[in-house]
Nanobody, 122 residues
Framework: QVQVVESGGGVVQAGDSLRLSCAAS????????VGWFRQTPGKKREFVAV???????AYADYVKGRCFISRDNAKYTVSLQLFNLEPEDTAVYYC????????????????WGQGTQVTVSS
């Protein structure tokens, strides 16, 4: 089973960009899809973007045009680039992995990282 660890969060200003990374481990990594989710206190975790095992992608409507997800199989990493950040993007961002497929529901994923905090100040 693939394990994942997030990094790259921090405090930024509104309008800034940020690149989050998800580092994966496991010999079957290439067969896994990786999704990004985010959560704020008191709210349900919500889907941000996903890249499948064959690099198909999907994005939540609220980040379309402000987000780009990609994977580098050789480096065992998935990157989530966020552009023109807004204070409403403040959240803990999680990456998660599952075997194949394009899914946007968190219950579809089996391996989760610990999360990385993104704070956007106005």
């Amino acid at each position: 089973q693939v394990q994942v660890v997030e990094s790259g969060g921090g405090v930024v200003q509104a309008g800034d960009s940020l690149r989050l990374s998800c580092a994966a481990s496991g010999s079957t990594w290439r067969a896994y899809s990786v999704g990004w989710f985010r959560q704020t206190p008191g709210k349900k975790r919500e889907f941000v973007a996903v890249v499948t095992q064959d690099s198909s992608t999907a994005y939540a409507d609220y980040v379309k045009g402000r987000c780009f997800i990609s994977r580098d199989n050789a480096k065992y990493t998935v990157s989530l680039q966020l552009f023109n950040l807004e204070p409403e993007d403040t959240a803990v961002y999680y990456c998660a992995a599952r075997l194949r497929g394009l899914y946007s529901t968190d219950e579809s994923y089996i391996s989760w990282g610990q999360g990385t905090q993104v704070t956007v100040s106005s």
